[in-house]
């Protein structure tokens, strides 16, 4: 018969499945028979499709054209992402394979198309094709965590295993055991020691004898041990006497992840765990490790207690894959690169230490710096060594010889432990074993005033990462004191300034990147997008140029712009953009290098427009679009000079 | 009422179209859009001629739920009779040979009008499709087709000036209408263009989105999308 009515397999869905997983695994008879059962619904921006534990979804949606994003929504109203799913995901998956509600709220971001499939065709292809069922276990087995995790707040209890991502998704108040066990601070130490003992934990808060709710202080073991039993302290004394003032506090919402950062940065290990005011708890490091297996913090630690130099080499070789771990586990770019700045500083100090040991004490204090995106505690995988030398100015020439042969004998050993443990020379010698970056503080200080005082364009550019220079080992009061100088000195250059400014603004967002492709026209890149340079170096150049105007003694980009804002020189609202943006673009970077590295590539900065989803591609250009308003700032600011 | 007696007394009409009548007798706009069925069709033609072009193929597909069943596709190529299939083809991706070998257009419509059902039809441009289906039927059947009619270039028209208002007041008229253009503009899946199907699927798509997006998304009842559409006196009967 003619007429081609009814029920052909329509091609366009057909197209569609045997291009995403794991569709494309489906042999064509059956591929065709899937796609006859498919419906097409449109969905405006906006529109809420799932709601957790209330939709019963009735079919598997396949987004087409479009996107949404998924979240949680607590007891409370706090509203928790999840992801964003763009062309080619699925929705609905999960609690059609568990036969429950949706377990998570989905709404539409974009205009979305979707492809519908009965839930029973889909169970059908769940239960018959072997291949099936296996990509989406293995997909859920984050998602189902997340599920427990829920579950799991909601019933307010602990649970432990191999969740390795309780790290980014628990919360603190959710691993806290029991109620905080405290003691009024005028117990003796005796009786407080008992407490401990009775309770079987090795720290205690004290209160206020007025107000139990006033929390006064902490005593742990240690106290017990350095400052009784060593110092033989009578036991009959105040306990008051004995205990620590300040409380760390991390507030009961924070990660687990913060809080293990915070524990790791301060060198406290008991942080009292803070709701609404009130100390509801003691989290300790050892309950965070709990949660985590191969850990950053068991890293740290081990790196801490290697008594030889050529022990520190195998360990910074892990350090990239904890970072793999903790993108995979889903960490913000912003905390990744926290973490590998902890982690390389803890190398850089232990390595120093024992330099230290095996060369003798330094003439004169002296404080090793890092520049660059060190300086900005802005790593990704192995970055390039940027470091120097700067110490206390010799008092005679005797002492200025004595203080050359340690420093360079000193730094020499120390650039090529580096490199044993995985840290790349920097191509341009910025190291502190090339005398001219080795020198004592009024060296330090006449460069300084040199570069500012009569700037040469030239030149600028590549001494801006010795303005982004943080203490890395040694007498940070010396880079302090150098920063304060900076400070001092370049707020009163304005030529400067403008000049610096002048070189942001030279680098052009590539706005119109999406069509007409602004992207590397030859070479081996070609048609790549040099995320660094066009995306992320826009940002570090408009945050320097403003930090040095207004004296922000931070150099970490993110927190440059956050003081910027806090002080009121650039609006919330630009913060809030600036740091989505930024934020998203380090984690394209990560995701990116991550990707090469386990191709087994070099790990580089070109990414391939074609590659990534539209909602990456929309993400990308807004944020393309906040550096065309930090230009704004900048035009505005500089516009008189 | 009067015009569907005056055609009626005219000639006894075909079988398909008596029940085609039928079912549009107590035809009612109150309903919810997602009461009522829509096929989406788009014809190819031999020009554009009212007096001597003709259909040279039918794509259609239908929408239950507002959603549209990839599996309900209707689709056919039709012999012309006036025009010699050789020189039919320039516009379209169908060869002399597939319009030599296809049925007539008396073989054709009975089927179509049995897919049609009693949903509504949908077109872009729905007036030009309009006419020249109802040529063939008048012709071939002896009366005209009795489903209403959905233009989706008016739906087009009223959710773009109903944009235009909400955010400057006034509307720029020189925009574009075309299929291929406010496929575009929407951002919705492209289909490939000069094929009845594919573009019936097309319209079919950009239905979708209109329905949904009209008034915020505001619009329940098809007597409300045709008051979005302000398309009220063109219901289409013809």
Redesign the interface.
């Known amino acids: 018969m ?9 091609e ?2 057909v197209e569609f499945l045997s291009g995403i997983m794991p569709f494309d695994e489906l042999d064509d008879e059956v591929l065709h028979e899937v ?10 921006k906006g ?1 809420r499709l799932f709601t957790a534990g209330v939709t019963d979804p009735t079919h598997l949606y396949l987004i ?2 479009g996107g949404v994003k998924s979240f949680l929504t607590d007891d409370e109203g706090e509203v928790t992402l999840k992801d964003y799913r763009g062309e080619g995901s699925y929705i609905g998956a999960l609690p059609i394979i568990r036969g429950t509600k949706a377990n998570l709220d989905i709404e539409m971001v974009e ?1 979305t ?1 979707c492809f ?1 499939l009965p839930r029973e065709v889909f169970l059908d292809l769940i239960n018959r094709q072997p291949g099936f069922a296996q990509y989406y276990l293995k997909s859920f087995s984050e998602k189902i965590v997340n599920t427990a995790y829920t579950e799991l707040r909601r019933h307010r209890m602990t649970r432990r295993g191999d969740e390795e991502m309780y790290l980014f998704t628990m919360q603190v108040g959710d691993i806290i055991k029991a109620t905080p066990r405290k003691i009024a601070s005028n117990a003796s130490i005796q009786e407080s020691a008992r407490a401990m003992a009775d309770y079987r934990i090795g720290s205690l808060l004290i209160y206020d004898p007025a107000d139990d709710e006033n929390i006064v202080g902490i005593i742990t073991d240690r106290d017990l041990r350095n400052k009784v039993i060593a110092a033989g302290l009578d036991y009959k004394e105040s306990v008051s006497r004995i205990m620590t003032i300040d409380v760390a506090t991390v507030l009961s919402k924070s990660t687990c992840f913060d809080a293990l950062l915070k524990m790791m940065s301060t060198g406290i290990h008991h942080l009292a765990v803070e709701r609404k005011g009130r100390i509801i708890g003691i989290v300790t490091s050892h309950d965070i490790m709990l949660l985590q297996g191969t850990s950053p913090y068991s890293l740290f630690k081990e790196i801490g207690k290697q008594r030889r130099i050529q022990g520190l080499y195998p360990l910074s070789q892990k350090i990239p894959d904890i970072i793999r771990n903790l993108i995979k586990e889903g960490a913000k770019a912003g905390n990744i690169a926290r973490m590998i700045s902890l982690l390389n500083d803890q190398i850089l100090e232990r390595m120093l230490t024992l330099l230290e040991e095996e060369l003798g004490p330094p003439p004169v204090d002296y404080c090793w710096l890092l520049l660059g995106s060190e300086g900005r505690r802005e790593q990704t995988f192995k970055t390039d060594q940027d470091n120097a030398i700067i110490y206390v100015d010799p008092k005679d020439d005797a002492e200025a010889k004595v203080a050359h042969e340690y420093f360079s004998t000193f730094a020499d050993k120390a650039i090529d432990h580096l490199v044993n443990c995985g840290y790349p020379l920097c191509p341009g010698e910025i190291m502190a074993r090339n005398p001219k970056w080795c020198q004592p503080v009024s060296v330090w200080k006449d460069y300084f005033a040199n570069w500012i005082g009569t700037p040469d364009p030239e030149e600028l550019l590549h001494v801006t990462i010795f303005f982004d220079f943080r203490s890395g080992f040694g007498k940070s009061a010396l880079a302090d004191d150098l920063r304060k100088y900076l400070n001092e000195l370049s707020s009163r250059q304005e030529i400067y300034l403008l000049h610096l400014a002048r070189e942001c603004m030279g680098v052009r967002a590539p706005l119109s990147f999406f069509k007409s492709f602004i992207v590397n026209k030859d070479g081996e890149h070609r048609n790549k997008l040099d995320i660094k340079t066009k995306g992320l170096t826009p940002f570090v150049n408009f945050a320097r140029v403003l930090a040095l105007k207004y004296g922000v003694r931070e150099t970490n980009t993110l927190s440059r712009l956050h003081v910027l804002s806090e002080e009121g020189h650039i609006s919330e609202e630009l913060w809030a953009s600036a740091h989505e943006a930024y934020e998203m673009q380090m984690q394209l970077r990560l995701l990116h290098q991550l990707a090469q590295i386990e191709e087994g590539t070099l790990p580089d900065n070109y990414i391939d427009p074609a590659q990534l989803s539209d909602l990456e591609k929309k993400m990308l250009k807004e944020s393309f679009e906040v550096v065309e308003r930090l230009h704004g700032v900048l035009k505005t600011l500089f516009a008189a000079g | 009422m009067s015009l569907r007696d005056i055609f009626f007394s005219f000639r006894k009409p075909h079988p398909a179209l008596e029940k085609n009548r039928e079912l549009f007798n107590d035809f009612s706009q109150g309903g919810l859009l997602t009461d009522y069925h829509f096929v989406v069709f788009d014809t190819e033609l031999t020009g554009l001629n009212k007096r001597k072009d003709e259909i040279i193929s039918i794509g259609a597909v239908r929408i239950v739920n ?12 039709v012999r012309p009779k006036n025009i010699d299939p050789n020189e039919a083809t320039l516009v379209h991706r169908i060869t002399p040979e597939q319009l030599r070998h ?2 007539s257009i008396e ?2 419509l009975p ?2 009008l049995d ?1 049609c059902g009693d949903a509504l039809l949908v077109g872009h441009f729905v007036s030009i499709d309009m006419y020249f289906l109802n040529k063939a039927s008048r012709k071939a059947l002896g009366g005209m087709v009795s489903n209403p009619s959905v233009d989706t270039m008016r739906l087009a028209r009223g959710f773009k000036e109903g944009q235009c208002i909400d955010h400057f007041g006034g509307c720029d008229q020189s925009e574009s209408f075309n299929l291929d253009d406010l496929s575009e503009e ?4 492209r ?1 490939k263009p000069h094929d009845a199907l594919e573009d019936a ?1 097309q319209t ?2 950009l239905f ?2 209109l329905a ?2 009209l008034k915020h ?1 505001g619009i329940r009842t098809l007597k409300e999308l045709y008051l979005a559409g302000r398309i009220l006196g063109l219901m289409g009967r013809g």
Do not use: M, W
């Open positions: 003619s007429a081609d009515i009814h029920s052909v397999a329509p366009v869905v796609a006859r059962h498919v419906r097409v619904d449109f969905f405006p529109t087409q054209r205009d198309f519908l | 507002l959603q549209i069943e990839l599996s309900q596709t209707f689709h056919c190529y296809a049925p073989e054709v089927e179509f897919f929407f951002n919705l899946p289909f699927l079919a798509y979708l989105f949904k997006k998304g």
